[in-house]
């Protein structure tokens, strides 16, 4: 069974530039969630996904980050305009939605993203 | 506030040697969970301990929960050059739908 995987490993942008991550979680996972780590700090939610549908945004830092899911398959997190602060490394990770099951979440190996 | 404090921030040990790492958090939890991220690498589940839980051993790890002082020690037995990596704990609330992480405790093992 393939793992979660993210794309890219790296990123390297100017301020102002558009990014975009994209991650696959694990098949048959309804579970899709996104965290980062900034300056070596702790990791932070950013969003939840059952299937399509977001389930919790609270962790969006501001509304220059926009997260899809559409098909309810890979998700895709885009970061417009890049700013300095969202420097880091993006976590995506997905889980089963039965209970149970749905707290072993699964981790991809991260986007570092470099914001100069 | 922040859920999931790790204790300390930094460890260096030599290899053989017993590493031992604290978490404490702040509201009710469902269980705690901690992980591993090695340089470079995505996060690794470790082990996952349930409230009604007190200890529980994987291999070469043992981990305990005092949900009494909210806490939680990871201990690392017979420390190997290759457990040299960043150690997270986190926290599934009881009423939550997401982890809460600490900052992570820095082990490094010489050797």
């Known amino acids: 069974e393939a793992g979660v995987t993210q794309f890219p490993s790296h990123s390297v942008i100017e301020k102002g530039q558009t990014v975009t991550l994209r991650c696959d979680p694990i098949s048959g996972h309804d579970n899709l969630y996104w965290y980062r780590r900034v300056m070596g700090k702790e990791i932070k939610f950013l969003l939840h996904f059952v299937k399509e549908s977001k389930q919790d945004e609270s962790g969006m830092p501001n509304n220059r980050f926009l997260a899809e899911r559409t098909g309810g398959t890979y998700s895709t997190l885009k970061v417009q305009p890049a700013e300095l602060e969202d420097s880091g490394v993006y976590f995506c990770?997905?889980?089963?939605?039965?209970?149970?099951?749905?707290?072993?979440?699964?981790f991809g190996p991260g986007t570092r993203l470099l914001v100069l | 506030s922040q859920q999931g404090e790790e204790d300390p921030q930094a460890l260096s040990i030599q290899e053989g040697e017993n590493a031992t790492m604290n978490c404490s958090y702040k509201t009710s939890i469902n269980n705690l969970q901690w992980y591993r991220q090695n340089s470079g690498r995505g996060l690794v589940h470790l082990i996952l301990?349930?409230?009604?839980?007190r200890e529980k051993h994987s291999g070469r790890l043992r981990v305990t929960l005092d949900t009494s002082k909210k806490s939680s020690s990871l201990l690392i037995t017979a420390s190997r050059a290759a457990d040299t990596a960043s150690y997270f704990c986190?926290?599934?609330?009881?009423?939550?739908?997401?982890?809460?992480f600490g900052e992570g405790t820095q082990l490094t093992v010489n050797p």
């Open positions: 990770a997905s889980s089963h939605v039965d209970r149970g099951r749905r707290e072993t979440q699964y």
């Open positions: 301990i349930r409230s009604n839980e």
């Open positions: 986190a926290t599934w609330e009881t009423s939550g739908s997401r982890l809460t």
